[in-house]
């Protein structure tokens, strides 16, 4: 099993910065592609951004620009920078990695989530 813990959450005002990180531990036997997801009050869960193994980076057109996401391979941890953040932003922000436990295992896992809010 592999477990995500995220940190870096809390309470911002608009147009500042937060930097959220996640740190993959357990039976890691490689991390593929990473991301970050997040879910507003009465939305479904929507992608924000996602990087692969080897840095390639998609991102949310909402948030292209402003936020920035990164990883370091050898920490297993994956990092999104926040900046220019809007009230919209806010949402519980959900850290995403697919990983193999073995060369022929490979699984999906999530983080427990951490509250970003964005006051106005």
């Known amino acids: 099993q592999v477990q995500l813990v995220e940190s870096g959450g809390g309470l911002v005002q608009a147009g500042g910065s937060l930097r959220l990180s996640c740190a993959a531990s357990g039976s890691i036997f490689s991390i593929n592609a990473m991301g970050w997801y997040r879910q507003a009050p009465g939305k479904q869960r929507e992608v924000v951004a996602t990087?692969?193994?080897?840095?390639?980076?998609n991102y949310a057109d909402s948030v292209k620009g402003r936020f920035t996401i990164s990883r370091d391979n050898a920490k297993n941890t994956v990092y999104l920078q926040m900046d220019s953040v809007k009230p919209d932003d806010t949402a519980v922000y959900y850290c995403y990695c697919s990983a193999n436990t073995s060369p022929w295992v490979r699984n999906s896992y999530w983080g427990q989530g951490t509250q970003v809010t964005v006051s106005s």
């Open positions: 990087i692969t193994r080897g840095g390639s980076t």
